[in-house]
Nanobody
Framework: DVQLVESGGGTVQAGGSLRLSCAGS????????MAWFRQAPGKEREGVAA????????SYTDSVKGRFTISQDNAKNTIYLQMNSLNPEDTAMYYC?????????????????WGQGTQVTVS
């Protein structure tokens, strides 16, 4: 069974930083893509960043470029999202996703597996 577990969320003041982690389970499991999405109350789910496991190239939505960095540790089937210069607009539930069956990296319907989410609140 494939399981994704997010951690690292919390409450920070505007301008602060936070690092999220997503650990994927599975014996030597490596997905083709892993990604971070977020969803705020009353808003649509938004693709934030994604990384292709081979060769490890990254993509970002425009609103987080220069502030967020996605990285990976393939040996641990884990991805990270380093978030700097956080704004109140970044407040959302952040979800980890893995494995594109069909579609683009930034579409939530493209992914086969999802974690339960971790809350990020910026005051």
């Amino acid at each position: 069974d494939v399981q994704l577990v997010e951690s690292g969320g919390g409450t920070v003041q505007a301008g602060g930083s936070l690092r999220l982690s997503c650990a994927g389970s599975g014996y030597t499991y490596i997905s083709n893509f892993m990604a971070w999405f977020r969803q705020a109350p009353g808003k649509e789910r938004e693709g934030v960043a994604a990384i292709h496991q081979r060769p490890g190239t990254a993509s970002y939505t425009d609103s987080v470029k220069g502030r967020f960095t996605i990285s990976q540790d393939n040996a641990k089937n884990t991805i990270y999202l380093q978030m700097n210069s956080l704004n109140p607009e970044d407040t959302a539930m952040y979800y980890c996703a893995a494995d594109i069956a069909s579609g683009t990296w930034y579409a939530w319907s493209s992914y086969k597996y999802w974690g339960q989410g971790t809350q990020v609140t910026v005051s």
